[in-house]
């Protein structure tokens, strides 16, 4: 059996061919590149793939936030502050005269009085018998002058007729005027004593409303006795506001101001009537003295809390959420472009309903988170949802 391959014919003029042998060289360089070529670009595919799904994954990782665009609007400045409650105008009544035993008292604490009313009578036993042995001595000096001006009289009928001369009309004359001066002179002092005694009694020198007593009946009371009623003049009372210089140079007098007492469910409406010229230098405050009509809310000595609004601005307007607070001040969270967290230092002006108004830090367009802002860091990415309205803190 003969095991000897043979060659076509055909294939054998192929390799025989130089020609030949170069295309078939060329197609197997070309089936090569192709080759390498699909192979790089398979690599490069898993590779960018990979990457874009690592971003993919990270962007979901990012946590989401609300934001929103606050803008400006017109904001009320209002400035709270806190004070004692006192008199507006306080009158200490005391002993005018020269004082005694109290006899009676016919007013208390909480009364209201009309301007002359007595308070307090003193025992007046003892000036009330000066005073009628005063007016007894006037009697008796206008008895005297009677007396002298009707001798007067007839020596002036006689003096014609020769039996008076004239050194005794003269004389007679220098006695109806002694005996005149007599009685002008015991009257005065009649009306000295009454006046006295007048002031033994305690009166109310304006109408008012009664804050203190200090006297009570068998009390021995003189000029050194000290203050025995306080009134407050008219009933009228104030809130003597303690502000900071920087509010101080934001109110005015004729502001209208909102009081409310401590422990009272009542606000009251009052006026600052005068603004202290007069900064303290140690606490940096100064008082803003408040008008305020009677109410059995008012007792001075206790404290209330005023809302004074000094004008209208144009602010940003955030819920008290989106403001965070630490040993540096007041900030907030923007957001890019990039959708990075950035921190904005701001100052917060006035506090009401609406939220908090920023009063510098913020041009109103920017994109600032509303909550959850505390636990972002500066420059973190975070998915932003834009909310149109702010929500109530």
């Known amino acids: 059996m003969n095991y000897e391959s043979t060659i076509p014919s055909e294939d054998a003029d192929v390799l025989d061919d130089p020609e030949a042998r170069a295309k078939i060289r060329r197609r197997l360089i070309i089936a090569a590149a192709v080759a390498v070529a699909l192979l790089l670009a398979y690599i490069g595919y898993n590779y960018f793939a990979g990457a874009g799904a690592a971003e993919d994954d990270s962007a ?33 009544v005391s002993v005018v005269g020269e004082g005694g035993r109290v006899t009676n008292v016919y007013v208390d604490a909480g009364d209201w009085v009309k301007q002359g009313q ?20 006037v009697g008796v000096s206008r008895a005297d002058l009677n007396l002298a001006q009707a001798n007067l009289d007839r020596a002036t009928q006689l003096v014609d007729r020769g039996f008076i001369s004239k ?17 002008r002179v015991a009257q005065a002092q009649l009306q000295e004593s009454r006046a006295r005694n007048s002031r033994l009694n305690i009166v109310a020198p304006k109408a008012g409303f009664v804050l203190e007593r200090n006297v009570e009946p068998g009390q021995t009371v003189t000029q050194g006795s000290g203050t025995l009623f306080l009134l407050a003049q008219n009933g009228e009372m104030e809130l003597r506001a303690q502000l900071g210089e ?12 909102q009081v409310t007492p401590v422990g009272a469910n009542k606000t009251l409406t009052g006026q ?7 900064i303290d230098p140690q606490t940096r405050q100064g008082i803003a003295r408040i008008a305020l009509g009677y109410d059995s809310a008012l007792r001075p000595g206790g404290f209330a809390n005023a809302r004074i609004e000094s004008g209208t601005s144009e602010a940003a307007v955030l ?35 609406a939220g908090l108004s920023i009063a510098s830090g913020l041009t109103g367009n920017e994109k600032v988170v509303l909550r959850a802002g505390g636990f972002l860091n500066p420059g973190e990415t975070v998915r932003p949802e834009v909310q149109k309205k702010a929500s109530g803190a």
């Open 167 to 183: 050194a005794d009309i003269d004389r007679l004359t220098a006695t109806r005027d002694s005996a005149a001066a007599r009685l």
């Open 319 to 353: 819920p008290e959420s989106a403001v965070l607070n630490d040993s540096k001040g007041s900030f907030v969270y923007v957001v890019g472009p990039d959708n990075k967290a950035v921190r904005r230092d701001v100052v917060v002006g006035s506090v009401s309903s």
């Open 60 to 92: 979901s990782q990012a946590p989401t936030v609300t934001v929103m665009a606050p803008g400006k609007q017109q904001v009320t400045r209002t400035i709270n502050a806190t004070g004692t409650l006192a008199a507006r105008r306080e009158i200490a």
């Open 118 to 137: 007595i308070m307090a009578s003193i025992d007046q036993s003892v000036q009330s018998q000066q005073a009628a042995g005063l007016d007894a001595s």
């Open 246 to 257: 920087g509010d101080l140079a934001n109110v005015s007098v004729g502001t209208t101001t």
């Open 272 to 278: 600052i009537w005068q603004i202290s010229p007069v």
